[in-house]
């Protein structure tokens, strides 16, 4: 079965960058585009960006062009999200998600979030 | 403020129906596929109906999505307990290219 097992919870200080890695199996990694989305504390779902991970390319939401940086590692089946200049407002649980097969494009493989993380706190205090 | 508008929150006894709008603009939901997700109190998402209409194995058929035009709407027949949750929409926008949520609805079973 798909499971996307992702990093544990962590604690930064404000301008500190984070890296949250999210692990894929059950299924061919490189097939699938995976996303990143973000839930700050009581608020609704935020979607930051997309990677496909069969050649590495990105789509990123443009609220976090140049602080979010999204790679992928074919030998481990995982992605990384990297996000800088981390700030107050960055506190959230941070999920990655499944999306559409890479053969049906961006547009449309981006309207699917098949399976989820568990997702990772990240917590930006000073 | 969301691309997509959805109602804060939405109530019904059990046994009812319920529907939860998804509301757009011509460069999200009117051009673009619409998905829905649950999310229970302290886990992550779960897909509920993706292509507009269709349901993953698993979903029963309580659970139903459609699309007219720039709105969407996911309905939910039966009502259980076990459904009080909150719902989202999502679609891809291409004039901002990037997916968008809406801002989500907390669904009430009274």
Same mark, same amino acid.
């Given at each position: ?11 930064? &200080?404000?301008? +500190?960058?984070? &890296? ?10 490189? !097939? !699938? !585009?995976?996303?990143?989305? /973000? ?27 140049? /602080? ?17 200049? %981390? ?29 989820? @993380? ?9 | ?11 019904? +006894? ?18 673009? !596929? ?9 886990? +992550?998402?779960? %897909? ?6 269709? /349901? ?17 709407? %996911? ?6 307990? @076990? ?28």
């Amino acid at each position: 079965q798909v499971q996307l097992v992702q990093s544990g919870a962590e604690v930064k &200080k404000p301008g +500190a960058s984070v &890296k949250v890695s999210c692990k894929a199996s059950g299924y061919t990694f490189t !097939y !699938y !585009y995976l996303h990143w989305v /973000r839930q700050a504390p009581g608020q609704g779902l935020e979607w930051m960006g997309i990677i496909n991970p069969s050649d590495g390319s990105t789509t990123y939401a443009q609220k976090f062009q140049g /602080r979010v940086t999204m790679t992928r590692d074919t030998s481990t089946s995982t992605v990384y999200m990297e996000l800088s200049s %981390l700030r107050s407002e960055d506190t959230a649980v941070y999920y990655c998600a499944r999306g559409g097969a890479r053969d049906v494009g961006v547009v449309v493989a981006a309207t699917l979030f098949s399976s989820w @993380g568990q997702g990772t706190l990240v917590t930006v205090s000073s | 403020q969301s691309v997509l508008t959805q109602p804060p929150s939405v109530s019904a +006894a059990p046994g009812q129906k319920v529907t939860i709008s998804c509301s757009g603009s011509s460069s999200n939901i009117g051009n673009n !596929y619409v998905s829905w997700y649950q999310q229970l109190p302290g886990t +992550a998402p779960k %897909l509920l109906i993706y292509d507009n209409n269709k /349901r993953p194995s698993g979903i029963p058929d309580r659970f139903s999505g459609s699309k007219s035009g720039t709105s969407a709407t %996911l309905g939910i027949t039966g009502l259980q307990t @076990g459904d009080e949750a909150d719902y989202y929409c999502v679609t891809w926008d291409s004039s901002l290219s990037a997916g968008v949520f809406g801002g989500g609805t907390k669904l009430t079973v009274l």
